[in-house]
């Protein structure tokens, strides 16, 4: 058994009356791919933006733990920019480029967090910073290969096809260095093909060592690609499990993927 | 394509001419009732002609660019570069221009009256107050109308420091600077949170707290009577005459704006600068990217300001004479409509938006008293026209390593 690289206890958010999350537990271990899924509304985004610092959760504790280093931290009431530090990066949903920056420019600033220079770097160029700038460049561009964007590194990012700007989301993500990514419905509007690239890309992203944690409502890409499965309900856990045993889960079937997954079965 | 035909040049000449025949008893004639005699001011009618040539001529640019960006618009979604781009990015256009533009710069005070040097010195001026605003709003996108307040900071500082110990005016600069920018770290740290039209009314208070500070706290600024005699800069104690030191006053701005655009270009194309922009475009997304907000945000204010500041001191030692009547709304809402008329985020378009919204009122004097109905036409012009500013900042493209070693590579992707 490989490492936990995320544990999370009883996380609940509340918004004014309504309970969003309520006591969740999930844990993520080095070198995995989890899914987390869920009908709309069930609160899959929302346990992303507690992890990242975007909200500050009513209740729980999130415990983020670098398997490289072997430290623990605990999340609570940290800026998302610290957490982002710390090793965990995410994609948004409704995707959130820099639109009027370069493809190159939106995987740059994923750098910016293990860079330094400021402001006397900036005007004096010393050599230090100079070596860092083409360093930025160098890495972010081969993230931009894998991931297939480097033929449009100059382009605006606004510019880019709803496919690419999902893959480009992934690669800002993946510049800060993360060894776990949180993406969030990274094949929301994708074709058929596009599709079939991001569960290659995913894939090859695990195999680089990143841990994946997603949320996502193609049922067919989640059941090929994940190692463990979560099932979210109105903020509830209602089963975890290998993709096969939520794929049997009675619960799962009633709450969530019901005539979904008996049409799947019948084509 | 050409940018401008024959045909519209002709129509401006015309529109000249009739400027010229329209305007030639108010700003040419002048009768003297007591002398009986009557002045021929034939220079007025040569301003008359060359600036309404001018403007007529720019609107001309303006409708032709409108329409070859609606054209291109429909033809590919591209960003499309400004004309002034196109016309630097051409080597033959570039060096001829940039030499010429050089050598009246240089020459400037030479070639025209210490009246007209003196106008332009003010130019200079509000093109790095119009630069250090940029990086505030044009680049990290926060909305501050207050930004005089740290133009008074300076000019206070220059001022009372003399007053009272004496400091000279190449001691008072950096600390003018820096005490702007310890202001710009004041009032960034409470509007942090805030965001737009928030932080713009927060800022624009500010703005005011500071110029209702001077004109209230007599003991310590001297009240709404302000101060006087503040000595101009030296030069190794060298004794100048007013119009030499009005010469040295343009020399010395020129030099201070020489270092900014160095600065300022350098800070754009920096980890710093990236920062900002994202900052602007999506705040929560840049965060999550491992910005720090406040950080960044704090910076831009304090950089800024500290522009300010150093104007500030250079406007009091030219003036000689500092009350908080010059640290009005209105100076922060002409340096703000230098940045929206010039396009947020571009040097360039920072330095045409100052020439034009400095100059143009100073030579169209008889425009001077429908100044803010001018500058609200321009600005509204401007959000109809062209939302994005005369020149819209472009990005830089980075070469990769193995790009730069071998320049096939990337004709092979
Ligand atoms: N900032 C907020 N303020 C109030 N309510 C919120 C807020 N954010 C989310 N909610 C509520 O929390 C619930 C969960 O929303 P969330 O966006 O997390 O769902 P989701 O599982 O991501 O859905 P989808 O599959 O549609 O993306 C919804 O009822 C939503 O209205
Ligand atoms: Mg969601």
């Not at chain 1, 415990?63 to 605990?74: A, E, I, N, V």
């Not at chain 2, 999506?282 to 965060?287: G, I, M, N, S, V």
Request: proline content about 4%.
């Amino acid at each position: 058994m490989m490492s936990k690289i995320l544990e999370v206890n009883g996380l609940t958010m509340n918004f004014g009356g309504i309970r969003a999350l309520d006591h969740l537990d999930l844990d993520v271990h080095a070198g995995e791919i989890v899914a987390l899924i869920g009908p709309n509304g069930a609160g899959k985004t929302t346990f992303f933006n507690c992890l990242t610092g975007i909200y500050v959760p009513t209740e729980g504790e999130i415990r983020l733990t670098s398997p490289l280093t072997g430290k623990q931290t605990l999340l609570a009431g940290l800026k998302p920019n610290k957490i982002t530090e710390l090793g965990m990066a995410r994609t948004f949903q409704n995707i959130r480029l820099f639109s009027q920056m370069t493809v190159l420019e939106n995987v740059m600033i994923g750098r910016h967090c293990r860079t330094r220079s400021l402001i006397f770097g900036a005007i004096f160029r010393p050599r230090r910073t100079r070596d860092e700038e083409q360093d930025t460049v160098d890495r972010s561009y081969r993230i931009l290969e894998k991931v297939g964007l480097s033929a449009q590194a100059d382009e605006f990012a606004g510019k880019l096809s709803y496919g690419s700007q999902r893959r480009l989301e992934i690669a800002r993500a993946l510049a800060t260095d993360p060894f776990l990514l949180l993406l969030d419905e990274p094949a929301a509007g994708m074709n058929p093909q596009e599709t079939a690239d991001l569960v290659d890309l995913i894939r090859r992203i695990r195999d680089d060592g990143h841990a994946v944690l997603l949320i996502e409502h193609d049922m067919k890409l989640v059941m090929s690609l994940s190692d463990r499965v979560f099932v979210l309900d109105y903020g509830e856990k209602i089963a975890q499990g290998t993709p096969a045993e939520i794929g049997v889960n009675a619960a799962v079937i009633k709450a969530y993927l019901g005539e979904d997954m008996l049409d799947e079965e019948s084509t | 394509m050409t940018m401008i035909s024959r045909q519209d040049v002709k129509r401006s000449l015309l529109v000249s001419l009739w400027f010229v025949f329209l305007s030639f008893p108010i700003m040419v004639i002048q009768v003297n009732p007591v002398e009986r005699t009557v002045v021929w001011r034939w220079s007025n009618m040569l301003t008359v002609a060359v600036a309404s040539f001018l403007l007529s001529l720019l609107v001309r640019v303006w409708l032709f660019r409108q329409e070859k960006r609606l054209v291109q618009v429909q033809l590919s979604p591209s960003p499309q570069p400004s004309i002034f781009h196109d016309l630097l990015k051409q080597q033959k256009f570039r060096y001829p221009l940039v030499i010429a533009g050089s050598v009246i710069v240089l020459a400037f005070p030479l070639l025209f009256s210490s009246y007209q040097a003196n106008i332009m010195t003010t130019a200079l001026m509000y093109i790095v107050l119009g630069l250090g605003l940029n990086i505030v709003v044009g680049l990290a996108g926060l909305l501050d109308l207050g930004y005089v307040a740290f133009y008074a900071v300076g000019a206070y500082s220059y001022a009372l420091l003399n007053l009272h110990f004496d400091l000279g005016f190449w001691a008072a600069l950096p600390v003018g600077g820096l005490l702007a920018a310890l202001f710009g770290v004041l009032l960034g740290f409470p509007v942090l949170r805030l965001r737009g039209d928030y932080l713009a009314i927060v800022t624009l208070g500010f703005g005011e707290i500071i110029r209702l500070i001077l004109e209230n706290w007599s003991a310590f600024s001297k009240g709404p009577s302000g101060i006087s005699n503040i000595p101009r800069p030296g030069f190794f104690g060298v004794e100048m005459s007013l119009d030499q030191a009005m010469t040295f006053m343009y020399y010395l701005m020129l030099g201070l704006l020489a270092a900014t655009i160095f600065v300022v270009n350098r800070l754009q194309d920096s980890r710093l600068g990236r920062a900002w922009v994202a900052l602007r475009e999506d705040e929560t997304a840049c965060q999550a990217m491992g910005i720090d907000k406040a950080g960044t945000k704090l910076i831009a204010f304090a950089l800024g300001a500290f522009w300010a500041g150093l104007i500030g001191v250079i406007f009091a030692a030219k003036t000689t004479f500092v009350n908080p009547a010059s640290f009005t709304f209105m100076e922060s809402a002409i340096i703000l409509s230098i940045v929206v008329l010039g396009g947020m985020g571009s040097i360039t378009g920072v330095i045409f938006g100052a020439l034009i919204l400095i100059l143009l009122p100073e030579y169209l004097r008889p425009l001077s008293e429908y100044r803010m109905l001018a500058f609200g036409a321009i600005l509204v012009a401007m959000m109809i026209f062209k939302p994005e500013g005369f020149i819209t900042g472009s990005r830089r493209v980075y070469r990769f390593q193995a790009q730069k070693n071998s320049p096939i590579l990337k004709d092979d992707e």
